[in-house]
C-alpha cells in the first residue's frame, strides 16, 4: 500500500537525491544537495511523499507552490517530480501527481493547477 504526505525535514536530502542524475548539471554531488539545501525557491513550497506504507520508502516526491493570482482563484504549482532512478517506470510519479492534486481540491478547494515541464 502507498500514501501521500507532506515530507518531513529529515527527508529532503532523499528528495533532492531523487532528481540528481537529471537536474546535477555535472555538479559534484555533496555540491548539488548544499545548492538544493539553499535554493529560496525549494523553500517556498511544501514538498510531498509517495511512501510505501510497509517499508516506509520513499517512492517518489513532488513540490506545491501557491500561486494565487487572484483572491477569488486558488492556484497551485506543481513540479520538481522526481523519483529514485531505480523506481522509475512503476507509475509513481503519476500515482503521486494524481493524488496531491486530489488531496489539494478536496483540503484546499483548489481547481487551478500549472505544471512546469522540463524534459531532458
Same mark, same amino acid.
Given at each position: 500500500?502507498?500514501?501521500?504526505?507532506?515530507?518531513?525535514?529529515?527527508?529532503?536530502?532523499?528528495?533532492?537525491?531523487?532528481?540528481?542524475?537529471?537536474?546535477?548539471?555535472?555538479?559534484?554531488?555533496?555540491?548539488?544537495?548544499?545548492?538544493?539545501? $539553499?535554493?529560496?525557491?525549494?523553500?517556498?513550497?511544501?514538498?510531498?511523499?509517495?511512501?510505501?506504507?510497509?517499508?516506509?520508502?520513499?517512492?517518489?516526491?513532488?513540490?506545491?507552490?501557491?500561486?494565487?493570482?487572484?483572491?477569488?482563484?486558488?492556484?497551485?504549482?506543481?513540479?520538481?517530480?522526481?523519483?529514485?532512478? $531505480?523506481?522509475?517506470?512503476?507509475?509513481?510519479?503519476?500515482?503521486?501527481?494524481?493524488?496531491?492534486? $486530489?488531496?489539494?481540491?478536496?483540503?484546499?478547494?483548489?481547481?487551478?493547477?500549472?505544471?512546469?515541464?522540463?524534459?531532458?
Amino acid at each position: 500500500m502507498k500514501k501521500i504526505r507532506v515530507a518531513a525535514k529529515e527527508e529532503m536530502i532523499e528528495i533532492y537525491k531523487m532528481g540528481y542524475d537529471v537536474w546535477g548539471d555535472n555538479l559534484p554531488y555533496e555540491e548539488y544537495i548544499t545548492m538544493c539545501q $539553499n535554493s529560496n525557491k525549494y523553500k517556498k513550497g511544501k514538498w510531498y511523499v509517495l511512501e510505501a506504507t510497509d517499508t516506509k520508502q520513499l517512492l517518489s516526491s513532488l513540490i506545491v507552490y501557491e500561486l494565487n493570482l487572484s483572491e477569488d482563484q486558488i492556484v497551485r504549482g506543481i513540479g520538481s517530480i522526481a523519483t529514485p532512478l $531505480n523506481l522509475r517506470k512503476k507509475g509513481y510519479a503519476s500515482l503521486l501527481v494524481k493524488e496531491t492534486i $486530489n488531496k489539494l481540491e478536496q483540503e484546499e478547494k483548489c481547481n487551478n493547477f500549472s505544471f512546469i515541464v522540463i524534459l531532458r
